[in-house]
């Protein structure tokens, strides 16, 4: 399913309807600020494997590598054994960061981008 020298980032893919506002479509701005970051870096999309998920839970591929507890997305799950200042957790061996400014901090940390202007 994943490759293990590849890290694998979760994206909510755009244009969702949630239940809980019927009749509405959304997009998630979080993960819509590291598509940006995906598009400023092309290069990105050959060292880091994007999956864009479906709004509704369970996320069953995002479970399956960092358990029920921790299926909010933007996720970035890291590859077994490589840990990262910005880790949000561990599950099943391999580090995950949560959340749109971690994970980019997590992938200037990994030399894949530059960092942000101050």
């Given at each position: 399913?994943?490759?293990?020298?590849?890290?694998?980032?979760?994206?909510?893919?755009?244009?969702?309807?949630?239940?809980?506002?019927?009749?509405?479509?959304?997009?998630?701005?979080?993960?819509?600020?590291?598509?940006?970051?995906?598009?400023?870096?092309?290069?990105?999309?050959?060292?880091?494997?994007?999956?864009?998920?479906?709004?509704?839970?369970?996320?069953?591929?995002?479970?399956?590598?960092?358990?029920?507890?921790?299926?909010?997305?933007?996720?970035?799950?890291?590859?077994?054994?490589?840990?990262?200042?910005?880790?949000?957790?561990?599950?099943?061996?391999?580090?995950?960061v949560s959340g749109a400014e971690r994970i980019i901090d997590a992938l200037v940390e990994r030399g894949l981008i530059p960092p942000?202007?101050?």
């Open positions: 399913m994943t490759s293990d020298n590849k890290a694998t980032l979760f994206l909510l893919a755009p244009d969702f309807e949630d239940a809980k506002f019927p009749g509405q479509r959304f997009f998630c701005r979080h993960s819509a600020l590291v598509e940006g970051v995906l598009t400023s870096f092309p290069a990105l999309l050959g060292t880091v494997d994007v999956r864009r998920i479906a709004f509704p839970r369970p996320r069953a591929e995002v479970i399956e590598l960092v358990g029920e507890a921790n299926q909010a997305l933007p996720v970035l799950v890291l590859p077994a054994g490589q840990p990262s200042a910005y880790a949000s957790g561990e599950a099943n061996g391999r580090a995950f942000a202007h101050p």
